[in-house]
């Protein structure tokens, strides 16, 4: 487990802190105990779960040292947690009179005391982790209440009325603290710790991604493969319609005919692409035969007008495959940016955001990872014999027409010498995702031919690999079968989007499914 995904709790002992460590855990975090004043210090991200009775509280953690650590902490605006005691504690060390601003409820009122129950919030300031509260219910208990006055009025950023207005929550920079208990409040309650925990992240996003190919007729279907080889399943304009009604958060197109001829001869594409755009509000990505191309007649079309079409056409981010690859190789072989490569000359133009470079890489077991010069990754799986090691091998599309119409025709069974008319070069995903990130691109596509259309997950180890090694955003692609497949791979990884095809295509698992496991697991999404 990264550091990142740890976060410190301060139990002191006090009381049940088991539903803050469950629900810690259940949103993919590990923890770590403090221990020592020192622990406190060295917290990346510090729970403070007040239980027990305040002076109690109080009493051990000046023994301890605590208090004095707890003090160094917030006041040099570490990202800081306190629930329920954990609000009141942060309120009695930072004023220097404590008493009057922490009191009893006064139960005179009519308003029974201990306040036990759900009570909805007045949020007063923007306090971030407090974003999918709105108007619903969260869990208190408790018998005292901190009040707002002109000197906290600064940190409050939500009240409660019980009787009276009391303060339920504050924040302060990275500090934050509640009144109420966000690992009793349900979903909402989990969104809060959420919220803390994975700060002004991107929101997860899911991709529904569209194979296409023309037909006999010319016009383009979706296809669907296993390992690249392809066959039909319905039509591009009403499948990416019916995905976005269904919350898909991005549309990709990769028409996989394209490269057989120049893309702008490939009318078909570019209307999918303005049909499409007249009522899907998200953003397209269409990719496939991304290139320099001159025609039978001689003339010449550099990428940068074949891209230029399908921004035209509607397309919001263009995806290179096998042209990238050949200018990463031409980069990493002379070191230097030429700025003439496809993907370089459309960043330029249109920005980094608008290009998307597409990696098709096959895992290759190794024995030792010094075996290759390329960077190679301890496998969760063996390999057939044993291997422990792999390298991802980039790949390249190969004489696509013929290929694709040896499969369309006679409809030839997965030929793994061909491999969807793909061919091996010498670099590896890694190098690769880091030159082309030189180079310009604005995020990367990662695929695996091994997992494509297999549905038993995506390659955890390419994903970790890539995404950790660049710090444009990353797509995890191949290999979706099931829900939980999502939720790994963002809770494992540091993928930003994950893209599927099959699953969505064949009705197995609908976009909604995946979106709503991805919120109950606490992964916050577009709904
Ligand atoms: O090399 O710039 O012309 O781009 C070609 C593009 O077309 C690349 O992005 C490449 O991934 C894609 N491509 C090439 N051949 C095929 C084929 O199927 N014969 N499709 C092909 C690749 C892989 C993903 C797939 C995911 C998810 N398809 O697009 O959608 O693996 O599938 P799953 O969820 O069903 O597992 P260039």
Same mark, same amino acid.
């Given at each position: ?17 088991r539903?803050?460590r ?13 221990q020592?004043? *020192?622990?406190?210090l060295?917290a ?6 007040g ?5 109690a509280?109080?009493?051990v953690?000046?023994?301890t040292?605590?208090a ?9 605006d570490?990202?800081? !947690?306190?629930i ?8 009695q060390?930072? *004023?220097e009179?404590?008493?009057?601003v922490v009191g009893?409820?006064?139960s ?8 036990i ?8 300031k923007?306090?971030?982790i407090?974003?999918?509260v709105g ?26 009325n ?6 339920a929550s504050?924040?302060r920079g ?9 690992e009793k409040s ?8 959420r919220?803390?925990?994975h700060p002004?992240t991107?929101i ?9 190919r023309?037909n006999?007729?010319?016009?383009l279907?979706v ?5 690249y080889?392809?066959?039909?399943l ?19 197109f990769l028409?996989?005919t394209?490269?057989?001829d ?8 570019l209307q999918?692409?303005?049909l499409t755009s007249?009522?899907?509000f ?8 991304i290139?320099?191309?001159t ?7 550099s990428?940068?007008?074949v891209a230029?079409?399908y921004?035209?056409s509607?397309a ?6 096998s042209?990238a690859v050949?200018?990463?190789e ?5 070191g230097v ?5 496809s993907l370089?000359?459309?960043?330029r133009?249109?920005g ?10 096959r ?5 030792h990872p010094?075996?290759v ?6 496998v969760?799986?063996?390999g ?7 390298w ?20 030839t069974?997965s ?8 061919e091996?070069?010498?670099i590896?995903?890694?190098?690769l995702?880091?030159?082309v990130?030189d180079?310009?691109a604005?995020e990367i !596509? ?7 259309g ?5 390659d ?8 950790d090694a660049?710090s444009?955003?990353?797509i995890a692609?191949?290999?979706?079968g ?7 791979v ?17 009705k197995?698992?609908p976009?909604?499914?995946?979106k709503?496991?991805?919120y109950k ?7």
């Amino acid at each position: 487990t990264s550091s990142d995904s740890v976060v410190t709790l301060l139990d002191y002992g006090a009381g049940n802190v088991r539903s803050v460590r469950n629900a810690i855990r259940h949103l993919g975090f590990g923890i770590k105990d403090v221990q020592t004043p *020192e622990d406190i210090l060295n917290a990346n991200r510090l729970i403070f779960p007040g239980v027990g009775a305040f002076a109690a509280a109080m009493d051990v953690l000046n023994k301890t040292g605590m208090a004095e650590a707890l003090c160094a902490y917030i006041e040099k605006d570490r990202p800081f !947690l306190g629930i329920c005691l954990g609000l009141q504690l942060l309120f009695q060390s930072s *004023e220097e009179n404590g008493p009057g601003v922490v009191g009893r409820f006064d139960s005179s009122n009519g308003f029974r005391v201990p306040q036990i129950g759900w009570n909805a919030l007045q949020i007063t300031k923007d306090s971030e982790i407090l974003d999918d509260v709105g108007d619903h219910h969260v869990y208190f208990v408790h018998s005292y209440r901190a009040m707002p006055s002109d000197d906290n009025k600064e940190w409050v950023s939500s009240t409660c009325n019980y009787g009276d207005n009391f303060i339920a929550s504050v924040r302060r920079g990275n500090v934050h603290a509640v009144q109420f208990h966000p690992e009793k409040s349900g979903d909402v309650g989990l969104s809060v710790l959420r919220r803390f925990l994975h700060p002004k992240t991107n929101i997860p996003k899911v991709i529904a991604c569209l194979d296409v190919r023309a037909n006999d007729k010319g016009d383009l279907v979706v296809t669907k493969g296993d390992q690249y080889d392809v066959r039909n399943l319905g039509k591009p304009v009403e499948l990416a319609r019916q995905y976005y009604k269904e919350g898909a958060d991005e549309i990709s197109f990769l028409n996989i005919t394209g490269f057989r001829d120049f893309p702008l001869g490939d009318l078909p594409m570019l209307q999918v692409l303005r049909l499409t755009s007249e009522n899907v509000f998200v953003p397209l990505t269409v990719g496939g035969g991304i290139r320099d191309f001159t025609d039978a007649n001689g003339r010449h079309y550099s990428s940068l007008e074949v891209a230029s079409e399908y921004f035209r056409s509607g397309a919001d981010k263009i995806s290179i495959g096998s042209d990238a690859v050949y200018a990463a190789e031409d980069y990493l072989k002379t070191g230097v940016k030429t700025g003439k490569s496809s993907l370089e000359q459309i960043s330029r133009v249109y920005g980094n955001q608008a290009v998307v470079v597409s990696i098709d890489p096959r895992r290759v077991y190794i024995t030792h990872p010094n075996d290759v010069e390329f960077k190679a990754v301890r496998v969760t799986d063996l390999g057939p014999n044993g291997e422990e090691y792999a390298w991802y091998q980039c790949t390249v599309g190969i004489l696509c027409f013929i290929v694709t119409f040896l499969f369309v025709h006679t409809a030839t069974q997965s030929d793994k010498a061909v491999n969807g008319g793909r061919e091996g070069r010498p670099i590896g995903a890694y190098e690769l995702a880091k030159a082309v990130e030189d180079l310009g691109a604005g995020e990367i !596509l990662l695929n695996c031919i091994d997992c494509d259309g297999q549905g038993k997950g995506f390659d955890m180890d390419l994903i970790k690999l890539i995404s950790d090694a660049v710090s444009i955003p990353v797509i995890a692609s191949s290999g979706a079968g099931a829900v939980e497949h999502f939720s790994d791979v963002f809770r494992k990884t540091n993928a930003s989007a994950a893209l599927a095809a099959g699953i969505f295509h064949r009705k197995e698992v609908p976009i909604q499914s995946v979106k709503e496991h991805l919120y109950k697991e606490g992964i916050e999404v577009r709904i």
